[in-house]
């Protein structure tokens, strides 16, 4: 019993002390504590990371460009979906002139 009760105190106290740390860090703060507190544990981690850490863009500059894509990509949608009829003759009619050459040696032409 008293071992089970102390491996249960050493659980809640490990727990405790790995809180109580993160919190000290700053990882439960706000997102720029959050990023400064992730910049600092891979500067110890491995010193190497932080130069690509700072090449990450922004959310705000990926939300723009996710945003200038997809207005872009619903555009070549929408235009293409309107010419498909234009498209459609236009190859159907290329598609009968070489069908309707087959047959035809070449000495017809």
């Known amino acids: 019993m008293a071992t089970a ?6 659980k809640v106290g490990l727990a405790g002390g790995a809180m109580y740390w993160t919190v000290q ?7 720029e ?13 491995m010193p190497s990371t932080v130069e690509y850490l700072d090449k990450i ?15 872009a990509g619903m555009k070549t949608t929408f235009e293409s979906l309107s010419s498909a009829p234009e498209s459609v003759n236009k190859y159907a009619s290329k ?15």
């Open 95 to 109: 598609a009968k002139d070489a069908v309707s050459n087959l047959g035809k040696s070449d000495k017809d032409h």
């Open 57 to 71: 863009p922004s959310f705000a500059k990926v939300n723009e460009a996710a945003i200038k894509n997809w207005n």
């Open 5 to 10: 009760s102390l491996k249960l105190a050493a």
């Open 25 to 31: 860090q700053g990882l439960w703060g706000t997102a």
């Open 33 to 45: 504590e959050g990023a400064a507190a992730g910049k600092k544990f891979a500067a110890a981690v």
